[in-house]
Each structure stands twice: as C-alpha cells, then as structure tokens.
C-alpha cells in the first residue's frame, strides 16, 4: 500500500504563491514518480506536473515558467512550487503516485492523495 498526503493549499490573491507538499509512505518502492494533478469544478482532472526519481520534471503548457516541482528524497516529500497564481488556477490538487518513462511521459497508477483546495483570488 501507498499512502499520500497533501498539504499546503489555501487562499490566496492573484499574483501570489503557495507551496504544496506531498509526503509518501507505505511502499514507496513500487512507483518511481510522482505526479500533481489539478480539478476545477466541472473540469476533468489534468496533469500539473511531474517528476521522477532521478530529477526529471515536466510541466503542464499552462504552469511552465511559473510552477517547480521537486522532490527531498531523503524526507520522501515531493512539492509543488506554485508562483505567479492566476484565478484559473483554482481547483483541487491532487498527489499521485506512478511511472515517469524516458521522453517525459508520465503514468499514473491508483495512488492518490486526498487532495488540497487552492484558491487564487482575482
């Protein structure tokens, strides 16, 4: 089993930053990637970012230049730095765990967070 918890959301004006984190424990060893997802009301849920276990990274079109995910292996916590926040950035995040293949495509399997709420105010 993998267990997933996210923290960090909140409110915040557009403009602003907040950082989320996701901590993972249980067996870590069977994924090697971690992936941020996002649902806004009424809207399929979408791949933010992701990152491998060796440092690979990549990036919605729609969060590149203001979003960094990165990862404390040590602690095994991967966060999401979220700057630049925009009202259209307002949604659930959700952590997941799954496979990071060469060519940056990301899979993910049936482990996820129980989400965090970001809000980004106009």
């Known amino acids: 089993q993998v267990q997933l918890v996210e923290s960090g959301g909140g409110l915040v004006q557009a403009g602003g930053s907040l950082r989320l984190s996701c901590a993972a424990s249980?067996?870590?060893?069977?994924?090697?990637?971690i992936g941020w997802y996002r649902q806004a009301p009424g809207k399929q849920r979408e791949l933010v970012a992701a990152?491998?276990?060796?440092?690979?990274?990549k990036y919605a079109d729609s969060v590149k230049g203001r979003f960094t995910i990165s990862r404390d292996n040590a602690k095994k916590t991967v966060y999401l730095q979220m700057n630049s926040l925009k009202p259209e950035d307002t949604a659930v995040y959700y952590c997941n765990a799954g496979t990071y293949y060469s060519g940056g495509v990301y899979y993910s399997y049936d482990y996820w967070g129980q989400g965090t709420q970001v809000t980004v105010s106009s």
């Open positions: 249980g067996s870590t060893l069977s994924f090697n990637a």
């Open positions: 990152i491998s276990s060796g440092g690979s990274t």
